[in-house]
Structures are given as C-alpha cells and as structure tokens.
DNA sequence: TCTCCACAGGAAACGTAGGAAT
DNA sequence: ATTCCTACGTTTCCTGTGGAGA
C-alpha cells in the first residue's frame, strides 16, 4: 500500500511548500540585502510544534541559495553549549572543523576570522538558545544574519537582552497551524508520491487533517499509519477504523523516534515511570537508588544523583514522553503513552 | 499565622575525557 | 610519555514556592 516510505518521513522535502506563501515571501524579502551582497536581517520563526518549521526555513534557505551563492549554515541548537553552537556554525561553513577542546574564545574569533562575506544561519530547536552566550557570540560577527526557529517567540523574546530583542523587531514569522482544507491539500500530495492510487479519498484525508488540529507532522505521520495498519488488517483500501485507530499509532511513532534520540539516564527513568508510574517524585527517587545497581550492571555508565535526574525528567516532559500531573507535594510522573518502550536493555527492578 | 516539608531549578564547584603542547 | 588545558556532564549547595498541619 505504501511504495515510498521516505514521503512520510521527517527528512522528505517536497518540491513544493504549500500554504505557506505570505511567509516565504516575507522571509524572501528579508534575505534580500544579501543578493546585493550586504547583511541579511535576522528572522525570528515560531509556531507550535508538527508545523513545518524546521522545513519552511530549509525552504527559505533553498530558495535563496538557487537565486544566489551565499555562504549558510543549518544547525539543531537542542542541548547544545555555547561553545557547542558555534563549533557546530564552524563545522557547517567551508573550512577546516575546529578540534573538540578548542577554547570558547578561540572559536568565537575563528568563526569572525571565517565569515567575510554575508553569511545566513538557522538556528533550529533555539528554545533553550537564549539561556546560553551563543547569541550574543553570534551577533558579534559582522556579515552573519542569524534564522532563529522556536516555539514561543514571547517566551523566546522576553530571555534576550534589548540588542539582540531589537534585531528580531518587525522580522517575526508565525507559522501558524493549518486549516482543514490545507492541511488535505498537503496529504494528498504526500498521497500521491508515496501511496499506491486509490487507496484513500478526499474525504479520508480531510478526517485526518480534521482530527490532527492542523499539525502537518502529526497528520502526515497518521496518513502513513492508516496505511500501514490498512495493510495489517489486510483491507484493500484505508477504511475508517484504519483511519481511527491511526493518531494512536502516529503518536506513538514520534514518540519512539523522540525516545530514541535521548541517551541512557533518560531511559532509565522513563522506564522506571513507565513501569511503575504514576509516581510521586520520592517514589521515583526511592526505586530508582533500590535498584540502580540492578539497572547499570549491564553498562559502563554509572547512576546519577536526584538533581541530575531531575534534568532528565524536565527533558522527558518536554519531549512529550511524560506528563506531570498536580503541583509541588503533589506532584506525580506519568508516561504519556505506556505502549513507547526503551529499546535499550534496561534490567527489570523490583519494587 | 507560623513552621515544616517536598520539590524544582539556578549557580558554582568538581571530575573526567580527550586533544594539544612539550 | 607526560603534562596542561578545556568542554561538558554531574554534584553540591542554595533559594524560592506552595501545601499541610499545629
């Protein structure tokens, strides 16, 4: 029923970006400074997550690129140090990589030594950016326009200092969810490149669309569940159960692959949430201390401390993996969805 | 109203891995 | 081979918040 798997993928890139038209052109018209050769103004996107941000400002950057050669640089800030970023903005432009240990300082005058001409880069996942030095290190170089992607452009904004906050004045795009009617628009073409013809109609598509809220990552990755579970079911073509039962399995895809990019501590509590949540903080802290010798015997890592598990949770919930319900004493972890295991081998622990 | 307690999260100190310099 | 230096993750210490109970 699916012939090209990779249609539904978060790397696909369609030749045509639809619905987001205002945007590009605003986006367009601030990149126009560097066709003449000059400074790019810096863009502040934002909208919620599944919305195609991360793709519109691979859009942006291709369409500006095709019009001219301009030096670029695409980075994921998430968990990234100062240094981290602009190591990585190095790593990304023409030129020799710098080596791990390399000073902050040492890196911050290298990357201003390297941009010589005008010089574009996004910053994805830039969330956390304003809690690091890295913008200010950034705005410091001459010639470098920076493509801020996030969230929450207020939250975003009210972090920075009043010289970089004044950077990103009048340059802010919302990309905002889609309509019903958009949102089937952009289905139908994944539909067509990546489904066999006939197996899902109008109609369908527009249900998805309907039932995702207008978030194209989540009603994209739900087309191609309905699909598969159509398959499963041995159904010749997507019927509505299939259509139904989709959102579970899409939400639980984007929750795996989000697990899956996390390191090991993270697993280690997740699943102890998973496996006897829902628990209170001290519940957590107490099983996991019983039983962290268990659960580390088959690796080199070593258990780590209340504060520092506190900073897996926070990532956890911020990644959609758990929830946290009540406030202060009442505090309790719950996994988001008890079917997303750890794939990695995490020793049973008793409680 | 006051004190105690549970909890989150910021800041600085610390330990370690790993590359550069000698 | 050894020493030095740096980044980064973790620990330690601390403050602020807010509910429970006297």
Redesign the pocket.
Known sequence: MITKTHVFEDTYFPRRLRHREAEMDFVTNAFEPVVRGQQADDILIHGPQGVGKTIFARYALNHLTQRTAVQHARIGCL?K?T??IV?AVLEDLPGPDP??????EDLCLELQERVDEPTIVVLDEADDLPFTHALDRLADVDGLSMVVVCHDDDGWLSHVNDSIRHRFVGNIVDLGTYGVDELADILEERRQVGLQPGVIDEDQLRTLADMTAGKARRAIFALRAAAELAHDRRHRQIRSEDIDDSLDRADQRLREEHLASLPF?HHVVYELVRRHGPL???ELHDIYEKTAESLYRSTEQTP?????R??K??KLEAYDLIEVLG?????EYRVCDRAVASDLEIAPSAR
Do not use: D, F
């Open positions: 968990g140090s240094a981290g190591r080596h791990s240990t390399m000073p902050r501590h209170a903080p001290s780590i401390g209340e504060r520092a506190r900073n949770l926070s406030a202060n004493r009442h505090r």
